[in-house]
């Protein structure tokens, strides 16, 4: 944890503790692969150290990371990245994770935060260097002590081997080393030479979270903690009028009602008693703009603006290729609001005092989260230390921070440590949930029968305006035309259009964002054309991927693997591809359609997501993502009635159970291309794939998800 001010934070105490101990300290900056962010406003621009790996007297290995760890395997995967260059076992390396700072802004995304499947992607080369550079200089520091050559020595089992066999520790060469300079020319392993990257390794948290020692946001306790319930609009985007406490005051156990700036804040000695008091609470509410919105006047709403829009890509001439066309094909597409519906709900703990605030918190956003927390209590951003817990679930959820200043306005009420806890219901109705969409996809076919033109319009809310307006002040919004501006197939004549139609409510990330709203639409619509075209879906696309090696491999492998065209008897399949994240991924879904009834039997995945560095770890994100895009598919949607939410928990907002859950065949494709992102391009070919599945079976083309919502289907 960071210090008060005034006191020496961690990196101080880093260096002063690895000088003092005679250890190793390299400093790191990890900049990413990507472009660096504007350097003249990006956080953590201008090469400052950002990460640091740490050689203790000892022969301890640490690593100071700011990635979150939500259930990725991130606290796996990136010591498994200096395990390797250090020759060490991957139990050997620690994990330390990083305060909040502009030091640590992911400039991949351009702030501290871990999402968008970067973790791996930004840390590749800068932490496989950094493990070089320690190995040369604990080399160079044994070749000095022994006067030998350093060609004649090698690392192994956190020791300097000598061409003997005598040995140094790491530890023993930790204060020399330290004197060395970083060789800037220090190179990472060749691939042939790995000894951990690539090769399935057990899960380090796994352990602690059998044995329920793992910590999460909602496991923290500290001396004096009090616990809170909040009341909120049920309206969305409503406000507080007035407040009458008298009841909920008298209750056993209750310590203060606190007005704060989301709501009303009820603590207590206990949760159960401030849920008790807080439904005690007379509550006047302003319902304010959002009194009469629905779902029907959403979609309402995004149709009427369906028109001109911001370019995101424009191949050739579509205008002129519609109009000489030989025949024409257009489709609209509905996709509904979903909520995060993560295991552990929102919560907070935070410990507000008049020289600062310590908060204890799963977040994904550490600096946005300090400045959310300086603004309430009217402090420095360097006031407030974020202590980042273990997620019980992200998906984008803990992007926001809408749950976090609570905590810290009621601890300073109160004068003690406070822990903010919401209800699964609190959490199902106040949700930034993923925005819905009306998207219209229009074709045209030549002379020939080639498709000649695809013209893509997207009409949603955006993402990104509400916390980070820059990045869409001019432009459009990178996180809404995500598998749809890299539209794969060689086709002359390309057009995406966004068009931004705000509806009064926030909207924020889901997980892998708009490629669950746009390969749905992307990837049924290419099933609509094939079918036009009278061709088999699989070798339509086939024919129309000569340019995406990658893309046209892992199409041709699921659809072997799945045994595409040899359905057993009563089973259809469908077909999807997609790049998202640096990752190419196709699925094959086997379903029936037996008196109406859906049945999802098997889905088969091909990936090819680069060099991998835990293949155990990328098949199990995979998986994890196919089941969270299986429950988007079959049921997922968020209902507004006046405004509220009308789903509460998991009895009205399904997700797949196991009678639900079908076989999933997960193939990994070996690879030296760069990593390329696995936490979510998962999700989102399994509901095209599933909806193409059903036309097969059925005739009956799907175009508004869930497929719960049609008739008797699901």
Not at 115 to 135: C, F, H, I, N, Y
Not at 234 to 248: F, I, N, Q, R
Request: proline content about 5%; hydrophobic content about 45%.
């Amino acid at each position: 944890m960071s210090a008060a001010p005034g006191v020496i934070d961690r990196r101080r105490f880093l260096q002063a503790s690895a000088l003092a101990g005679g250890g190793l300290l390299i400093g790191i900056t990890l900049t990413g692969c990507g472009k660096p962010a504007d350097k003249a406003g990006a956080p953590g621009a201008g090469g400052q150290p950002n990460a640091w790996l740490k050689i203790a007297g000892d022969g301890a290995i640490t690593i100071i990371i700011d990635k979150s760890e939500m259930g990725q395997g991130v606290y796996t995967a990136l010591p498994m990245l200096i395990a390797d260059e250090l020759e060490v076992a991957l139990t050997a390396v620690k994990v330390e994770f990083a305060p909040a700072a502009k030091e640590y802004a992911n400039t991949l995304l351009g702030t501290q935060i871990t999402g968008g499947s970067t973790s791996v992607r930004e840390a590749w080369t800068k932490l496989r260097t950094a493990g070089a550079q320690a190995r040369a200089m604990l080399l160079e520091a044994a070749a000095e002590q022994w006067k030998t050559d350093v060609a004649k020595l090698k690392l192994a089992d956190g020791s300097v081997v000598g061409p003997g066999g005598e040995k140094l520790g790491f530890g023993e060469l930790a204060a020399a080393a330290a004197k060395k300079t970083p060789p800037k020319d220090a190179k990472p392993k060749e691939r042939a030479a790995y000894s951990l990257i690539g090769k399935a390794q057990p899960r380090l948290d796994t352990p602690s979270k059998v044995d329920g020692t793992a910590i999460y946001g909602i496991d923290v306790r500290l001396p004096g903690l009090k616990y809170a319930a909040l009341a909120q609009s049920p309206t969305l985007g409503g406000k507080l009028k007035a407040v009458d406490s008298a009841a909920a005051e008298k209750l056993p156990g209750v310590v203060k009602v606190v007005t704060v700036g989301s709501g009303v804040a009820v603590v207590a000695d206990h949760y159960w008693q401030a849920r008790v008091a807080r439904d005690a609470l007379k509550i006047t509410w302003d319902e304010g703009p959002n009194a009469a919105l629905s779902n029907a006047a959403i979609l309402a709403g995004l149709k009427a603006a369906t028109g001109s829009g911001q370019s995101a890509r424009k191949d050739g001439d579509v205008a002129a290729a519609l109009k000489g066309a030989k025949r024409q094909l257009s489709s609209g597409y509905e996709l509904p609001l979903l909520a995060h519906a993560t295991m552990e709900p929102m919560n907070c703990t935070a410990d507000a005092r008049a020289d600062g605030c310590d908060v204890y918190v799963g977040t994904q956003i550490q600096q946005v989260a300090q400045g959310a927390v300086a603004t309430a209590l009217g402090l420095k951003p360097e006031q407030v230390r974020i202590h980042t817990q273990m997620l019980g679930g992200g998906f984008g959820r803990r992007l926001e921070v809408d749950f976090i200043p609570a905590a810290a306005e009621a601890s300073k009420a109160v004068g003690a440590p406070v822990q903010v806890i919401w209800s699964r219901e609190d959490d199902m109705t106040h949700d930034a949930y993923r925005p819905p969409a009306y998207d219209v996809a229009t074709a045209a076919f030549d002379t020939n029968n080639a498709l000649s033109a695809v013209h893509l319009r997207l009409t949603s809310p955006s993402v990104t305006a509400r916390m980070f307006p820059p990045v869409v002040e001019k432009n459009v919004d990178p996180f809404a035309v995500e598998a749809a501006a890299n539209y794969l197939y060689d086709v002359p004549n390309v057009a995406v259009d966004y068009v931004r139609h705000e509806i009064g409510i926030n909207v924020g990330y889901w997980r892998s964002v708009s490629h669950s709203l746009n390969c749905f639409v992307v990837e049924s619509f290419m099933d609509e054309l094939a079918h036009v075209a009278g061709k088999d879906p699989f070798e339509f696309r086939r024919a129309l991927l000569e340019k995406q090696p990658r893309a046209k491999r892992v199409l041709e492998e699921v659809a072997s693997r799945a045994g595409w065209g040899k359905a057993e008897p009563g089973h259809h399949q469908g077909i999807a591809v997609m790049e998202g994240y640096g990752t190419y991924i196709a699925q094959v879904a086997d379903v029936s359609v037996s008196a109406g009834k859906l049945k999802v039997h098997r889905i088969t995945c091909v990936v090819d997501c680069g060099q991998m560095v835990n293949p155990k770890i990328v098949e199990s994100q995979i998986s994890s993502a196919m089941v969270y895009g299986l429950s988007a598919a079959l049921y997922g949607e968020i209902t507004l009635v006046g405004g509220k939410v009308h789903q509460t928990n998991f009895d009205n907002y399904r997700v797949v159970r196991l009678n639900d859950a079908p076989e999933l065949d997960v193939q990994l494709i070996d690879s030296s291309e760069a990593p390329g992102g696995v936490g979510e391009p998962g999700v989102a070919p399994v509901a095209p794939a599933i909806a193409n599945a059903i036309f097969a079976a059925t005739g009956q083309r799907i175009r508004a998800l869930p497929f719960a919502a049609q008739k008797g289907l699901v």
